[in-house]
């Protein structure tokens, strides 16, 4: 039996994805921002778990800015990494960015607005980006580690545990 490796499954999503419409030309080898990417957002910004939330782990992945802008939005902490963790960790008080929310949630406006974080406070919901995911809970990513680095350092500073939700907004086509 032949299986498929990590790289062919982000190949054959990337493709599936442009041949679709679903993103834009310039995807390959991205987090993909897909159509309907505000929409997912929306979802879990409705549901059950995100309203328990206080401080929320968002990636700085396009396809999750309408969910970093709900964090601020609803009142809740950002922390965001750093593209590629260059600059480390970021963290968003909702109340340094009143009006200025969907600015903020932004990569720049995240440098603009928010502080380097120098201690990772306790963390209730990590979003992360995915070129894929299963419905058992695994995720793809681009293939650089960083979102794997990102919630292994989380765990190893104590910000999150086995008991927080690690989620992803992805197309319904990014399940498989």
Same mark, same amino acid.
Do not use: C
């Given at each position: 039996?032949?299986? /498929?490796? &990590?790289?062919? =499954? ?5 493709? +599936?994805?442009?041949?679709?419409? $679903?993103?834009? #030309? ?47 939005? /609803?009142? &809740?902490?950002? =922390? ?5 963790? +260059?600059?480390?960790?970021?963290? $968003?008080?909702? #109340? ?65 545990? $086995? ?14």
């Amino acid at each position: 039996m032949m299986y /498929d490796t &990590k790289e062919s =499954i982000r190949k054959r999503m990337w493709e +599936l994805l442009e041949r679709e419409g $679903i993103t834009g #030309s310039n995807s390959y080898g991205r987090i993909p921002d897909f159509l309907g990417s505000h929409m997912a957002a929306n979802l879990l910004q409705n549901s059950r778990e995100w309203k328990d939330t206080v401080t929320v782990f968002v990636s700085p992945d396009t396809a999750q800015l309408k969910v970093r802008e709900n964090v601020l939005i /609803d009142g &809740k902490i950002l =922390i965001m990494a750093s593209p590629k963790l +260059l600059n480390g960790y970021i963290i $968003i008080e909702p #109340s340094w960015v009143k009006g200025y929310e969907r600015e903020a949630s932004t990569i720049g406006g995240a440098f603009k607005y928010g502080n380097k974080l120098e201690t990772f406070p306790l963390v209730d919901m990590v979003v992360d980006g995915s070129v894929a995911v299963d419905k058992h809970g695994g995720r793809l990513g681009k293939g650089g580690g960083y979102g794997d680095m990102e919630i292994s350092n989380l765990n190893f500073h104590g910000a999150i545990d $086995i008991s927080t939700p690690i989620v992803s907004t992805v197309h319904e086509k990014q399940v498989i």
